[in-house]
Protein backbone atom coordinates (compact mmCIF):
# COMPACT_ATOMS: atom_id res chain seq x y z
CA UNK A 1 0.00 0.00 0.00
CA UNK A 2 2.52 2.56 0.77
CA UNK A 3 3.76 2.45 -2.72
CA UNK A 4 0.64 3.09 -4.11
CA UNK A 5 0.69 6.57 -2.06
CA UNK A 6 2.66 8.86 -4.65
CA UNK A 7 1.87 12.00 -2.16
CA UNK A 8 5.60 12.91 -0.26
CA UNK A 9 7.56 10.12 -2.49
CA UNK A 10 10.31 11.96 -4.63
CA UNK A 11 11.80 10.12 -7.94
CA UNK A 12 15.21 11.53 -9.36
CA UNK A 13 15.06 12.09 -12.85
CA UNK A 14 16.94 14.17 -15.21
CA UNK A 15 13.66 16.68 -16.48
CA UNK A 16 12.90 19.41 -16.95
CA UNK A 17 10.46 19.51 -13.57
CA UNK A 18 12.73 18.37 -11.77
CA UNK A 19 15.10 21.40 -12.39
CA UNK A 20 12.33 24.38 -12.40
CA UNK A 21 12.15 26.42 -9.25
CA UNK A 22 9.98 25.00 -6.43
CA UNK A 23 8.26 28.42 -6.00
CA UNK A 24 7.09 28.24 -9.52
CA UNK A 25 6.11 24.87 -9.33
CA UNK A 26 3.93 25.94 -6.23
CA UNK A 27 2.68 28.66 -7.79
CA UNK A 28 1.62 27.02 -10.92
CA UNK A 29 0.21 24.10 -9.13
CA UNK A 30 -1.74 26.39 -7.02
CA UNK A 31 -3.09 28.30 -10.49
CA UNK A 32 -4.15 25.12 -12.43
CA UNK A 33 -5.54 22.98 -9.69
CA UNK A 34 -7.92 26.33 -9.32
CA UNK A 35 -8.33 26.86 -12.41
CA UNK A 36 -9.19 23.01 -12.73
CA UNK A 37 -12.14 23.37 -10.53
CA UNK A 38 -13.76 25.58 -12.51
CA UNK A 39 -13.74 23.40 -16.14
CA UNK A 40 -16.98 22.61 -17.47
CA UNK A 41 -17.43 22.48 -21.31
CA UNK A 42 -16.22 18.90 -22.75
CA UNK A 43 -13.44 20.94 -24.39
CA UNK A 44 -12.35 22.30 -21.43
CA UNK A 45 -11.56 19.09 -19.73
CA UNK A 46 -9.86 17.50 -22.97
CA UNK A 47 -7.59 20.60 -23.06
CA UNK A 48 -6.80 20.09 -19.56
CA UNK A 49 -6.47 16.47 -19.50
CA UNK A 50 -4.20 16.81 -22.42
CA UNK A 51 -1.89 19.49 -20.60
CA UNK A 52 -1.63 17.46 -17.77
CA UNK A 53 -0.40 14.27 -19.86
CA UNK A 54 1.94 16.44 -21.24
CA UNK A 55 3.32 17.41 -17.84
CA UNK A 56 3.53 13.91 -17.20
CA UNK A 57 5.68 13.31 -20.31
CA UNK A 58 7.75 15.97 -19.75
CA UNK A 59 8.46 14.96 -15.73
CA UNK A 60 10.27 11.64 -17.25
CA UNK A 61 8.50 9.28 -14.69
CA UNK A 62 6.78 6.34 -16.15
CA UNK A 63 3.08 7.00 -16.84
CA UNK A 64 2.70 3.29 -14.36
CA UNK A 65 3.83 4.73 -11.24
CA UNK A 66 1.04 7.46 -11.87
CA UNK A 67 -1.35 4.89 -12.11
CA UNK A 68 -0.33 2.72 -9.48
CA UNK A 69 -1.19 5.92 -7.22
CA UNK A 70 -4.73 6.64 -9.00
CA UNK A 71 -5.45 2.62 -7.54
CA UNK A 72 -5.17 3.99 -3.75
CA UNK A 73 -7.85 5.83 -4.73
CA UNK A 74 -10.37 3.64 -6.84
CA UNK A 75 -13.04 3.35 -4.58
CA UNK A 76 -13.17 7.23 -3.81
CA UNK A 77 -13.27 7.24 -7.80
CA UNK A 78 -16.29 4.88 -8.66
CA UNK A 79 -18.11 6.24 -5.38
CA UNK A 80 -17.84 9.42 -6.92
CA UNK A 81 -18.98 8.45 -10.08
CA UNK A 82 -22.15 6.29 -8.61
CA UNK A 83 -23.33 9.05 -6.27
CA UNK A 84 -24.05 11.42 -9.22
CA UNK A 85 -24.72 9.15 -11.27
CA UNK A 86 -28.25 8.37 -9.28
CA UNK A 87 -28.22 11.69 -7.61
CA UNK A 88 -29.05 14.01 -10.75
CA UNK A 89 -32.11 14.55 -11.88
CA UNK A 90 -32.46 14.94 -15.84
CA UNK A 91 -33.29 12.91 -19.18
CA UNK A 92 -33.60 9.07 -17.54
CA UNK A 93 -31.91 6.38 -18.27
CA UNK A 94 -32.70 3.58 -16.78
CA UNK A 95 -34.94 3.43 -13.48
CA UNK A 96 -35.03 0.66 -10.89
CA UNK A 97 -36.63 0.44 -7.61
CA UNK A 98 -34.82 3.09 -5.83
CA UNK A 99 -32.39 4.19 -8.49
CA UNK A 100 -32.66 6.11 -11.66
CA UNK A 101 -29.55 6.69 -13.95
CA UNK A 102 -29.98 10.24 -16.19
CA UNK A 103 -27.79 11.48 -19.01
CA UNK A 104 -27.00 14.42 -16.68
CA UNK A 105 -25.86 12.24 -13.79
CA UNK A 106 -23.65 9.98 -16.13
CA UNK A 107 -21.75 13.37 -17.53
CA UNK A 108 -21.56 15.00 -13.95
CA UNK A 109 -20.10 12.15 -12.42
CA UNK A 110 -17.57 11.53 -15.23
CA UNK A 111 -16.64 15.59 -14.87
CA UNK A 112 -15.82 15.16 -11.41
CA UNK A 113 -14.34 11.38 -11.34
CA UNK A 114 -11.99 13.64 -14.37
CA UNK A 115 -11.48 16.40 -12.20
CA UNK A 116 -10.39 14.28 -9.12
CA UNK A 117 -7.81 12.42 -11.04
CA UNK A 118 -6.59 15.37 -12.85
CA UNK A 119 -5.70 17.28 -9.53
CA UNK A 120 -4.54 13.84 -7.80
CA UNK A 121 -2.09 13.72 -10.93
CA UNK A 122 -0.90 17.27 -10.51
CA UNK A 123 -0.91 17.40 -6.78
CA UNK A 124 1.86 13.53 -7.29
CA UNK A 125 3.53 15.27 -10.17
CA UNK A 126 4.73 18.09 -7.75
CA UNK A 127 6.42 15.76 -4.84
CA UNK A 128 7.48 13.25 -7.53
CA UNK A 129 9.67 15.88 -9.25
CA UNK A 130 10.78 17.81 -5.98
CA UNK A 131 12.73 17.24 -3.05
CA UNK A 132 11.43 17.52 0.47
CA UNK A 133 13.86 20.63 1.46
CA UNK A 134 13.55 22.19 -1.53
CA UNK A 135 10.10 22.36 -1.62
CA UNK A 136 10.24 23.55 2.30
CA UNK A 137 12.37 26.59 1.51
CA UNK A 138 10.10 27.23 -2.00
CA UNK A 139 7.02 27.46 0.52
CA UNK A 140 9.28 29.60 3.46
CA UNK A 141 10.03 32.17 0.26
CA UNK A 142 6.46 32.59 -0.94
CA UNK A 143 4.99 32.92 2.43
CA UNK A 144 7.97 35.05 4.00
CA UNK A 145 6.19 38.72 3.86
CA UNK A 146 3.59 36.72 6.56
CA UNK A 147 6.53 37.04 8.55
CA UNK A 148 6.20 40.41 9.30
CA UNK A 149 3.00 40.06 10.79
CA UNK A 150 4.59 37.44 13.59
CA UNK A 151 3.23 34.60 11.62
CA UNK A 152 5.84 31.20 11.76
CA UNK A 153 6.75 30.90 8.37
CA UNK A 154 9.68 28.80 8.59
CA UNK A 155 8.20 26.38 11.30
CA UNK A 156 4.93 25.88 9.37
CA UNK A 157 7.04 25.48 6.45
CA UNK A 158 8.69 22.93 7.68
CA UNK A 159 5.41 21.49 9.51
CA UNK A 160 3.85 20.95 6.27
CA UNK A 161 6.73 19.37 4.18
CA UNK A 162 7.58 16.43 6.56
CA UNK A 163 3.80 15.52 6.98
CA UNK A 164 3.72 14.78 3.49
CA UNK A 165 6.99 13.35 3.62
CA UNK A 166 6.19 10.98 6.13
CA UNK A 167 3.01 9.67 4.58
CA UNK A 168 4.39 7.05 3.23
CA UNK A 169 6.16 5.94 6.17
CA UNK A 170 2.92 6.09 8.07
CA UNK A 171 0.93 4.23 5.06
CA UNK A 172 3.67 1.37 5.80
CA UNK A 173 3.92 1.29 9.42
CA UNK A 174 0.18 0.53 9.27
CA UNK A 175 0.83 -1.95 6.93
CA UNK A 176 3.10 -4.08 9.16
CA UNK A 177 0.27 -3.64 11.99
CA UNK A 178 -2.20 -5.30 9.50
CA UNK A 179 -0.45 -8.23 8.67
CA UNK A 180 1.25 -8.45 11.55
CA UNK A 181 -2.69 -8.55 12.85
CA UNK A 182 -3.64 -11.39 10.00
CA UNK A 183 -0.35 -13.36 11.23
CA UNK A 184 -1.88 -13.51 14.77
CA UNK A 185 -5.26 -14.27 13.53
CA UNK A 186 -4.25 -17.19 11.56
CA UNK A 187 -1.55 -18.65 14.35
CA UNK A 188 -4.64 -18.35 16.51
CA UNK A 189 -6.92 -19.90 14.09
CA UNK A 190 -4.17 -23.23 13.57
CA UNK A 191 -3.28 -23.55 17.46
CA UNK A 192 -7.09 -23.79 17.85
CA UNK A 193 -7.77 -26.56 14.97
CA UNK A 194 -4.66 -28.48 16.60
CA UNK A 195 -6.49 -28.41 20.17
CA UNK A 196 -10.12 -29.67 18.56
CA UNK A 197 -7.82 -32.28 16.56
CA UNK A 198 -6.33 -33.46 19.84
CA UNK A 199 -9.72 -33.24 21.73
CA UNK A 200 -11.15 -35.46 19.28
CA UNK A 201 -8.63 -37.62 18.48
CA UNK A 202 -6.41 -38.20 21.16
CA UNK A 203 -3.38 -40.29 21.05
Known amino acids: ?32 MVSFLMLESFISYLLASLFVLSILFISKIPFRVYGRGLKSVLFILIFTFLYHTVTTNGTLIWSGQFIKVTVEGLQNG ?59 TIIQELDRILLAQKAEVMISRRYRCRNVFLLTFPF
Request: aromatic share 6%; glycine share 2%; proline share 5%.
Open 110 to 168: TRFVLRIVLLILLASMLTLTTKPLSMARGLENLLAPLSKIKVPVEQFSLMIVIAIRFIP
Open 1 to 32: MANSILLGQYTEKDSLLHHLDPRAKLMSMIFI
